[in-house]
């Protein structure tokens, strides 16, 4: 009998022992703040873009700098909804559940959905060269390239359905005017890749504005750390304003909150941008700043 009762003992011990270092598993790698997940649809050229621009319109590349933008931020977990790309998760889960694996691939029925879709469309695209012979010189032409992309995007609440933000995009170039040995062409893709990168990049920051507005982090005399670094689009000696929160705003007709009241009390300006942080000094401020305050572009 004792022989019996000691070993269970010896088995609760180890049962329990093996709780233990269980949850100090899940703990120590739990998620302590799931990312929002954000789907990018592809994007969509608007009606008014004429056959020639149509051309040069990489809808592919738009797509693509897009979503390693946001991804850039750090701040969204981002799901490809690109066709090719589902496609081989098929296949893979496929093979996985096959005779020839183990079967420990993701099951069928488990990728996650957004929590947010953003659908971009270009509102205006132009990409143009033009040519104006030298005078008084045969086959010698002043060349000129120039382009603009414009474009909008809606954050749409997978949830409801409803539009959360609509964001708008705006980037163009134009080269110097140089001489050159014959006329006519297209200017180069590098310029329209630049031009996706931009406005890819407007949207980002104006998505992670709208989710996670820049605050201050920390307080010492003058300087001011704010949770945003090279995620952020900041640069050294960007002016930036700071805006004390108030009361929350609730719309006495639907419920909705609609932010709270705020009192600008001043600008700041950038001083180092670290990865994860900015530290930023304050220039023009009615009084001193707090942890908490929002801080905005101008």
Known sequence: M?????????????FFMFLLVATSWNVVNADPMAKPRIAVLEPTAGEGISKWSKKYLNLSTIWDEMEASIQKSRKFEVLSRKEEVLIGIRQEQ??????????DAAPEGQIKNANFQIRPVVQDFKFYRSSKPVP?????????????????????DVATGGIKATFYMKSNFATKR??????????????????????????ADQLVDTVFPMKVLNVQGNQLWINRGTDGGLKDGD???????????????????????????????VKRVNPKFTIVVGTKLSEPALKGDIVRKP
Do not use: C, W
């Open 239 to 269: 002016i930036l304003k700071v805006f004390r929160p108030g009361v929350e705003l609730i719309d006495p007709d639907t419920g909705e909150n609609l932010g709270s009241a705020e009192t600008e009390i001043g600008e700041v300006k």
């Open 178 to 203: 140089e001489v050159v040995n014959s006329k006519g062409g297209a200017p180069s893709t590098v310029h329209f890749t630049k031009m996706a990168k931009a406005v890819s990049a407007q949207m």
């Open 94 to 103: 496929e093979f996985a559940n096959s005779e020839l694996t183990a079967g």
């Open 2 to 14: 004792s022989i019996v009762l000691s070993t269970l003992r010896q088995f609760f011990v180890l």
């Open 136 to 156: 008084n010189l045969d086959n010698k032409y002043f060349r000129t390239d120039s382009g603009m992309l414009q474009m909008n995007a809606q954050i749409i």
